[in-house]
């Protein structure tokens, strides 16, 4: 259960360093406090609040990382983001473009109960209109075995299972161009050192940015069989 003394800047930092560990062991606190779009100085004064509430890490210079009472707490408040942004999609029928917005002010709003009635609503959805996975009511992350397409080799197929930056511009641009969760690709040429990716999307082609590329993530059909990967709480994962 999320504190009720938690106020929402607390909630949406835990959430944002929850999302920043996961290509870091440590967050910078200038990261940080540009994500949150706070002062450095409000940042420090935070950090040291959440410090002595056991929520994470601090040490000046050295940078932040999450306690598992503040992963836990994190991992919640991404339970009912992503279950706000299938509601938003699903019953509202707004377009998946803009629902992570509307998300992150709803998240801190809906309680054990309404959390509770909302996943009954909805279904048991397991993950969010961007194929990212809704974790569990206990906690549990549990993965597709899948790979960013900046990874993949020329002549691999996949079926695109999830778009891990929910950037507005950025989905309109992949809807634009026909990259969404359950299309089949293929890899038609990869620059090298890290250049464009030029992929097959039934009979056209498109190019992707490595950077744009690392952000999509699909499963491929030639890959052996494999089995779901999953997280609990107290521990992290490379996505």
Not at 20 to 26: F, N, P, T, V
Not at 37 to 44: D, F, V, Y
Not at 138 to 143: D, H, L, V
């Amino acid at each position: 259960m999320i504190d009720k003394d938690l106020g929402e800047k607390i909630e949406e930092c835990l959430e944002i360093l929850f999302r920043l560990e996961k290509s870091q062991k440590r967050v910078k606190t200038t990261e940080l406090a540009k994500k949150l779009g706070s002062p450095l100085s409000s940042m420090t004064v935070l950090l040291q609040r959440l410090s002595k509430m056991g929520l994470v890490y601090y040490e000046p210079y050295k940078g932040v990382r999450l306690t598992d009472k503040g992963r836990k707490v994190a991992i919640k408040i991404i339970r009912r983001h992503r279950l706000s942004e299938r509601f938003l999609t699903d019953i509202l029928g707004l377009d998946w473009c803009e629902v992570h917005e509307h998300a992150c002010k709803l998240e801190h709003a809906i309680t054990d109960k309404v959390e509770e009635k909302l996943n009954e609503k909805l279904g048991g959805p397991t993950v969010c209109p961007h194929g990212n996975p809704i974790p569990t009511p206990s906690g549990e992350i549990i993965f597709e075995e899948d790979t960013p397409l900046s990874e993949l080799q020329p002549a691999e197929e996949a079926i695109i299972t999830r778009i891990t930056d929910e950037n507005p511009a950025l989905l309109r641009r992949l809807i634009a161009i026909g990259i969404l969760p359950g299309v089949k690709i293929t890899v038609k040429e990869k620059s090298p050192l890290g250049g464009a990716l030029v992929l097959k999307i039934g009979d056209y082609e498109v190019a992707l940015g490595h950077d744009v590329a690392s952000k999509i993530c699909a499963k491929t059909s030639t890959a052996p069989h494999r089995h779901r990967r999953r997280m609990r709480h107290g521990a992290k994962s490379r996505k």
